[in-house]
């Protein structure tokens, strides 16, 4: 299973886009890349996922370059309330008994 | 909205009790997972189920048993707490098919083993 690599943490500012990039040098051809959220006290939360080239939703964007080594989530000017853990997953067709989070990226948006 | 439930917030019991964590999921899912969650390791998947008395291990199943005897209920049983099993747990749902489906988490249990 591919492991993801990915900032321990982020500080941004209210208004700003941030862009959390994520590694994954082993992704399999079949593999997608999903991103959570988690505030605290609560699960994750689906964000977006992706399998090639960007994908946007109301919420963010996600950009996969050609190669897939790597995925940049894009936040469009974050508020406060985007102050989360932001977790990079590469997921298969299959293969549910590896499934792993990591530690994820801190990110914390200041006023 | 999918609603995944898990009957405990938070939860203290003593080392060597039989512990009980109940999910319950209201979309009909077949896939069914239990992960702890402790401070700078992420998630960790201990056990999940695909389908009703269907279980399979993950990373970390030492310790752990579940039981799946309804669709919609995926119970995690900590058979002779031990301290080390201190921790946040969650549980999350999806549909079947391909892998990549998106996991829908329940808000988590607190557990401490005195």
């Known amino acids: 299973l591919a492991k993801t690599t990915q900032p321990i943490s982020m500080d941004s500012y209210e208004g700003q886009e941030v862009n959390i990039t994520c590694s994954h040098n082993?992704?399999?051809?079949?593999?997608?890349i999903t991103w959570y959220q988690q505030f605290p006290s609560q699960g994750p939360r689906f964000i977006i996922q992706?399998?090639?080239t960007k994908v946007t939703n109301e919420v963010a964007s996600l950009f996969i370059p050609a190669d897939r080594k790597s995925s940049t989530l894009s936040l469009p000017r974050v508020s406060l309330s985007d102050t989360a853990v932001y977790y990079c997953?590469?997921?298969?067709?299959?293969?549910?008994?590896?499934?792993?989070f990591g530690a994820g990226t801190r990110l914390a948006v200041h006023p | 909205d999918v609603k995944v439930t898990q009957s405990s917030r938070y939860l203290v019991k003593r080392t060597g009790e039989k512990v009980f964590l109940e999910c319950v999921q209201d979309?009909?899912?077949?896939?069914m997972f239990w992960y702890r969650q402790d401070p700078g390791l992420g998630l960790r998947l201990i056990y999940f189920?695909?389908?009703?008395?269907?279980?399979e291990k993950g990373d970390i199943p030492e310790g752990y048993s579940v039981s799946r005897e309804k669709k919609e209920r995926f119970s995690l049983i900590l058979e002779s707490a031990s301290t080390n099993q201190t921790s946040m747990y969650l549980c999350a749902s999806n549909s079947g098919g391909t892998g990549n489906q998106p996991q829908h988490f329940g808000d988590g249990t607190r557990l401490s083993i005195l």
């Open positions: 992706g399998y090639k």
């Open positions: 979309m009909d899912h077949e896939n």
């Open positions: 997953l590469v997921v298969g067709t299959g293969g549910y008994n590896k499934l792993i």
């Open positions: 189920s695909y389908d009703v008395k269907m279980k």
């Open positions: 082993n992704i399999a051809t079949n593999d997608y």
